[in-house]
């Protein structure tokens, strides 16, 4: 197998061989890439020699010679078999280590029942930690055909009762969402933003909603103008899609985005306005009701609630741990567990990995 950088006309169709097909992410595609290249990164559109793709970000080390490479939820499954993705990441690894590159890390999101990790170990990647904060995930798992009432009936009964309390509050969604439906059914249950409305403000109101969310969960962000870049050309692309939840008298009080890629729909980011609770008990139970619908109805086979495995407890939360709230909170929807394969690096130079990341810090600490 071998690879090679695509060509003009290769890069025009990217995202239909890295986001669309099975086990496709949003952080393969064209969009990402340019939103990287924004902060620093350089993108390499690697094609091998039987069309597949496959996207490298590289941070050039500060006065040594030499780079790290980060194949971001890379490379996708595709629905090939798991020898044959593993064959995929080795020749990657020896050709962009061939040009320059000192170490590479790999956190494609595939089950470890594939035996995946142990393939690529053989290929020698070892496991380290997650760029991502979670390495696992919890889904609901998705049977197109099957009528939206089937997934309503499995959920936990206080989280149907927390659904029902926003439909009968009269809480509205307002999809920013820039793929056409096929049919007007699709929209059901959703309104289009107003004439005249942005999305830039749209993304900006919703990052006020995580600035406080995160200040009371204790978790970090990013800044507000990289958080915007990103979800504007994620939603240009018809990768990224915002619901944004308000009562009737239009006031803004709940919000989500979520990623459409592989067939699945991904749960990225949410926040809600704790201060009225009480008075709309459920907001995010009845927005995640709304993203289910939509997932059904666009025929894909999965809802993708994102993970609850932290930094030195990557697997499912016991009791007494903090995620565990959380973990049961999704799995009121029916979602279950499933084990990746996680974070995996392999590095060609040593010595020049170690001091590209002394020179890294020294450089960082002066800036």
């Known amino acids: 197998m071998r690879f090679a950088e695509a060509t003009t006309e290769q890069l025009l169709d990217w995202d239909r061989h890295t986001v669309d097909p099975p086990g496709g992410n949003v952080y393969q595609s064209r969009a990402w890439a340019e939103q990287r290249a924004r902060l620093g990164w350089r993108p390499r559109f690697l094609v091998a020699d039987d069309g597949y793709r496959l996207l490298s970000l590289e941070r050039p080390w500060h006065v040594v010679a030499g780079a790290g490479a ?21 020749a990657a690894a020896d050709w962009l280590f061939s040009r320059g590159v000192d170490v590479l890390a790999s956190d494609s999101e595939i089950a ?14 070892h496991l380290i930690e997650e760029v991502q904060p979670s390495r696992h995930r919890v889904a609901l798992a998705l049977r197109p055909g099957e009528p939206e009432s089937t997934y309503l009936a499995g959920f936990a009964m206080s989280t149907r009762q927390r659904v029902r309390q926003g439909e009968k509050a009269g809480l509205r969604v307002i999809r920013w969402d820039t793929r056409p439906d096929p049919d007007a059914a699709l929209g059901e249950g959703f309104e289009t933003p107003v004439s005249g409305a942005t999305p830039g403000a749209a993304f900006d109101r919703f990052f006020d909603l995580l600035e406080a969310t995160a200040a009371r969960r204790h978790f970090g962000l990013g800044s507000r103008a990289a958080f915007i870049d990103w979800s504007c050309a994620g939603l240009a692309a018809g ?17 989500a985005t979520f990623y459409r890629h592989g067939g699945r729909l991904t749960y990225s980011h949410s926040g809600d306005r ?16 709304r993203a289910i619908q939509l997932a059904v109805r666009q025929a894909m086979v999965e809802v993708d609630l994102a993970g609850v495995d932290v930094r030195g407890a990557r697997r499912q939360p016991v009791a ?10 999704k799995r009121s929807f029916g979602a279950t567990w499933i084990e990746l394969c996680g974070n995996h690096e392999r590095v060609a130079r040593p010595w020049r990995y170690g001091l590209g990341r002394v020179t890294g810090r020294l ?5």
Request: net charge negative; proline share 5%.
């Open 70 to 90: 980060y194949l971001s939820k890379g490379p996708i499954s595709a629905g090939e078999p798991a020898e044959r993705t593993a064959e995929r990441l080795g």
């Open 112 to 125: 470890a029942d594939t035996g995946y990790g142990r393939l690529i170990e053989a290929r020698g990647f």
């Open 239 to 255: 990768h990224v899609i915002l619901l944004e939840v308000r009562t009737p008298d239009d006031e803004l009080i709940g919000g």
């Open 274 to 289: 704790a201060d009225l609770r009480r008075s709309y008990p459920g907001v995010i139970h009845f927005l995640l009701w």
């Open 320 to 329: 007494g741990e903090e995620m565990l709230g959380l973990y049961e909170f």
């Open 363 to 367: 450089f960082g600490a002066r800036r």
